[in-house]
């Protein structure tokens, strides 16, 4: 398998680091610590064709291969992961999802605005007592007539406060178990829709997460994502793609944490030396650079796997398991280089380390992705 970036790759790679250097970094670090979400920033993002990358042109995207994607999402997350993952979902767990299983209504209504980054999407699978186990969903959805009438909860829901419009799963048929979950386009300003409070978080704090209740929210029965009972399949094909994009966003993290980490022993003096000089340092640095560059292959290599329509549920579990987990260690050892220095807010590393720690636990903890391998190494 070939992992050479083509001219296009690159030039699309090299677009998204200019922009995420010149519009993204100089407001990260206020956005970072006020919880700010960059409005202007996604939608620039839109503008350029970063909110629908993989989604065909005809459809309001920008026609481009999850490589491209890829490529993209690191750059964007190296410098604010918090952009990343609002990136990573409205691509990923909410244009993929609708131009795949939507309908011709679907596509033309909502798949359109959402790609060309005129408005924002949210995938909602996780409830208060449905996480890792997906098929524990309490949330119903009963039909009457020409709509769906939806109550329950969902919670943890990233870009939740601003989206447009929410990808939701809920049980139509409780007698079918996991056969009888489906999937829905809600919109935000749907009466019965309640968006809770922003959570204050750890990490990726420019972007929101919130819980959204149903109340009797009534849904056209036309904005069911493919059929009843097809929900689970829906959430599942999309989240395997989506754990690409999040290992994407690590990779961005864990480089971002490798470069820091270089910069700073060139010019931190020890023992009347920098400290690059030192081997201890160097190990560190040697064991950050060999990871990233692991990650990076595993990445690319599940992302050419989709491009060219092969199964690639193992390899996007991997990726995202190995990507995830390399960016926590290169943000606690970019920590480690930079000292005492390392645990303020005027370097960055502090955030790395708050950002990475998600990415072991969205869209599929590290545990889950272990499991995903093993079954499918069992086989």
Known sequence: MNFELTDEHKAIKDA?????????????????????????????????????????????????????????????????????????????LVCYGLEEYGSDHIKENYLKPLASGQKLGAFCLSEPEAGSDATAQKSTAELHGDHYILNGMKNFITSGVNADYYVMQAVTDKSKGYKGISTFLVEKAYEGVEVGKKEDKLGIRSSDTCSIGLNNAKVPKENIIGEEGMGFKVAMTTLNGGRIGIAAQALGIAQASLEAAVQYSKERKAFDAPIANLQAIQFKLADMCM?????????????????????????????????????????????????????????????????????????????????????????
């Open 16 to 92: 998204a680091k200019d922009f995420a250097e010149n519009e993204i970094a100089p407001t990260s670090v206020e956005r970072d610590i006020k919880a700010v979400f960059p409005f202007e920033i996604i939608k620039k993002l839109g503008e350029l064709g970063f909110m629908g990358m993989m989604v065909s042109q005809d459809r309001g995207g920008a026609g481009m291969d999850t490589v491209s994607y890829v490529v993209a999402l690191e750059e964007i997350s190296k410098v604010d992961a918090s952009v990343g993952v609002i990136m990573s979902v409205n691509n990923s």
């Open 291 to 379: 990871n990233v560059e692991a990650a990076r292959l595993l990445t690319l290599q599940a992302a050419r796997k989709k491009d060219n329509n092969q199964n690639y549920i193992r390899e996007a579990a991997q990726c995202k398991l190995f990507a995830s987990e390399v960016a926590v260690k290169n943000a606690l050892e970019a920590i480690q280089i930079h000292g005492g220095y390392g645990y303020v807010r005027e370097y960055l590393v502090e955030r790395f380390l708050r950002d990475a720690k998600i990415t072991e636990i969205y869209e599929g903890t590290s545990e889950i992705q272990r499991l995903v391998i093993a079954r499918e190494i069992l086989k």
